[in-house]
Structures are given as structure tokens and as C-alpha cells.
């Protein structure tokens, strides 16, 4: 297991259950990172006494004035987010940023030669090429965070390629819904997911099937397999976190009770389980368990998303960031929630395709994407 940690993204929930983990096993911090939440990271630091943290450039004097009587470092300005991960002394980066601000610090961590428990997919699905060759190259793992590929992850210690993997979620909250119903879909709504308990940004990826369309994304890179061996699976009551298939068909599910605190904990003390706290699951309780294919038709994102990766090359990066713009400016009540799927499906079509992208050419692409989500004038 890990014996210290660095958090980019404390403050929020995948941040504050891994530092629950790190508390329970005695995991020292060496280093937090979090955006705004100022008072939040000054309480984290005082408990962990990391040697530094990291705060967004309109918080920093705040913050270092909130710290002045301790002798914690206070850095800001992206290029020390990256500088941080890179610099950083713990052997493992918790990587829970939210968007593409994820994928550079990624690459520093990787760089240094520190293991990665990778939450943020974006890093994944926007650069997972550059990622993963990275990663081989300096002999680091990148440990799974998200349910389902933790799931994955915890069915492959047998150490055998599955021929097919099976992804689940929950479906969401307008999970049987027709288009005409999503036209009136508010950000209130959206934010109601009926299993997990998560930011915003996800809550509404998960209502629009476009987070499983990530999680595809995702699993390609990790797993190395091609999206055509990747089916989702709609798993109503989240007790499956994915499942594996064999070349013999024979097929294995890890389960659980919903909580991310196992999938962190599991990425923290891999390849050795410990107690949890987690509870333990109630298959009596659950009686049954229901299964169903995804309705691509009325959530066509998580389609997009699969056909976006078979093309691959720069064009993941261009959904994605289209993607956060647009859950952005539907957050804000600018666009409608079929509006959302429309202008990521027009964004990413309107890319211009690069087939070996560099780390330039998948930025460029983010940032076009945007653009072109943020131009669009709702009807
Ligand atoms: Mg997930």
C-alpha cells in the first residue's frame, strides 16, 4: 500500500473521503490541492500538516494569511499545480480535479515517477493515449478511482485479458424517460442523482449518460480494449460496479453498497484489502437486481462518446471540453438540457480531426470546442 499522498482536489468529495482513507490508515499527506474552498483547505492542512498547499490565485492571500502561524507552504498559479505534483515527495498522487485542469498535473505526477489514483477522467478521456504511453514508459500505475473501473480493476488481479467488459450504471434519475419529457429537464432535476452522492459537474453527466460515455472512454485507456468490447449495462439498484467476461464466458462482478470510500481506499492500499468503512452489503435487503440496455436513442451523448473514441485521436478532447462548457452554461441556466446534447454532438462534430495528436493538438481542440459551445446562442 501507499505510504503517503498528495491530494489535487481535497475539498471535494472524492477529496475529503480520501483523506477519511488516510485518516483511518495512517496514510501521511504530503501536499493538498483545492480551487476555492479556502476555509476548508486551512482546517485539512492543520489536521494533516502537509509541507504544502495549493489554492487558486483569488484565494491564495486569504489563505496564507489564514495560515500565517504555521510553517505550511502556500503555492498558487497553474504552472504550480503541475510544479506541485511533480515536486511533490509522497509516492502517490490522488488526482480528484474536475475538467482538463487535470491532465497536466497528471503528467508531472507520472513524470516524477509517483503512482497516480486517477479520479479525474477527463485526464483520461481528453489525453489517455499520451497518458497511459506515459505511464508504461515510467513504470508507474495509474490506480482507478472511479466505481466501475475500480470494479474492473479489483475482477482483473487474476491477471487474464477479458475479452469483454461490462460497464454498469444506474441510469439516472430520467432513466425510462422520453425526449419530450428531457425538453423540461431544470439543473434542480439534474442534480438529484438517485444512488451516488457527487459534485455537480458529474451529477448532470450521469443524468445525461454522457459520465458512462467518459467511464467508456476511460476503460478503453485503462484496459486496454477496444470500445466495441466495452457494452454498458444499466445496473438500477448500483450493487454491480461493472463486471469482466472471459474468452470462456465466464463473467465476474465486483459489489458493493454505493460508497466511494471503498474504490479510494482500494486504489490507496492496493494490492492489500483492510477494514473499511464501507458497509457491508444486504443482499436480502436488495431482494433483486434489474438489468437493461441503455436508450441510446433519447441519451445520445454516451453514443457520441463511443463513436467518438473509435475515431480517437483529438476528437475525445473535443467532446469532452464541449461537454464542460455546456453542463456549465445549462448549470447556469443559459441552455435547455436537450440543448446540451445538441451542441456537444455539433461541437464535436465541427472538429477538425487530428489522428496522432500532440499534448498541443489536444488542448487546441479543447479549447476550439469551447468556444464553439460557449458562441452558441440558445434558441
Ligand atoms: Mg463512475
Redesign the pocket.
Known amino acids: 500500500m501507499t505510504n503517503s499522498i498528495c491530494i489535487l482536489g481535497s475539498t471535494g468529495s472524492i477529496g475529503t473521503q480520501a483523506l477519511d482513507v488516510a485518516r483511518k490508515h495512517g496514510i501521511r499527506v504530503t501536499a493538498l490541492a483545492a480551487g476555492r474552498r479556502e476555509k476548508d483547505l486551512e482546517r485539512q492542512a492543520r489536521e494533516f500538516l502537509p509541507k504544502t498547499v495549493y489554492i487558486d490565485k483569488e484565494r491564495y492571500s486569504s489563505l496564507k494569511t489564514l495560515l500565517a502561524d504555521t510553517s505550511i507552504r502556500v503555492v498558487s498559479g497553474e504552472e504550480a499545480l503541475s510544479a506541485l505534483a511533480y515536486e511533490d515527495e509522497s509516492d502517490t498522487v490522488v488526482n480528484a480535479l474536475t475538467g482538463i485542469l487535470g491532465l497536466r498535473p497528471t503528467l508531472a505526477a507520472i513524470d516524477s515517477g509517483k503512482d497516480v489514483a486517477l479520479a479525474n477522467k477527463e485526464t483520461l478521456v481528453a489525453g489517455g493515449d499520451i497518458v497511459m504511453k506515459r505511464a508504461s514508459e515510467q513504470n508507474v500505475r495509474i490506480l482507478p478511482v472511479?466505481?466501475?473501473?475500480s470494479a474492473i480493476f479489483q475482477c482483473l488481479q487474476g491477471g487474464v485479458k477479458p475479452t469483454k467488459i461490462l460497464l454498469t450504471?444506474s441510469g439516472g434519475p430520467f432513466f425510462g424517460k422520453d425526449r419530450a419529457f428531457l425538453e423540461h429537464v431544470t439543473a434542480a432535476d439534474a442534480l438529484k442523482h438517485p444512488n451516488?452522492s457527487m459534485g455537480p459537474k458529474?451529477t448532470v453527466d450521469?443524468s445525461t449518460l454522457m459520465?458512462k460515455g467518459l467511464?467508456l472512454i476511460e476503460a478503453v485507456h485503462l484496459f486496454d480494449v477496444s470500445p466495441d468490447q466495452i457494452e454498458v449495462v444499466i445496473q438500477r439498484e448500483s450493487v454491480i460496479h461493472s463486471m469482466v467476461q472471459f474468452a470462456d464466458n465466464a463473467v465476474l462482478a465486483q459489489m458493493g453498497v454505493p460508497d466511494m470510500r471503498l474504490c479510494i481506499q482500494y486504489a490507496l492500499t492496493y494490492p492489500e484489502r483492510m477494514e473499511s468503512p464501507s458497509a457491508e452489503l444486504d443482499l436480502f435487503e436488495i431482494g433483486k437486481l434489474t438489468f437493461y440496455r441503455p436508450d441510446t436513442e433519447t441519451f445520445p451523448l454516451l453514443q457520441l462518446a463511443k463513436d467518438t473514441i473509435a475515431k480517437g485521436g483529438n476528437l475525445p478532447s473535443a467532446m469532452n471540453g464541449a461537454n464542460e462548457v455546456a453542463v456549465g452554461r445549462f448549470l447556469r441556466d443559459e441552455i435547455g438540457y436537450t440543448e446540451l446534447f445538441d451542441v456537444v454532438i455539433a461541437a464535436t462534430e465541427q472538429a477538425h480531426f487530428v489522428k496522432e495528436p500532440t499534448l498541443e493538438d489536444i488542448f487546441e481542440a479543447d479549447k476550439q470546442a469551447r468556444e464553439y459551445v460557449r458562441a452558441y446562442r440558445a434558441k
Do not use: K
Request: glycine share 10%.
Open positions: 472511479d466505481s466501475e473501473h450504471g451516488w458529474i450521469s459520465n467511464e
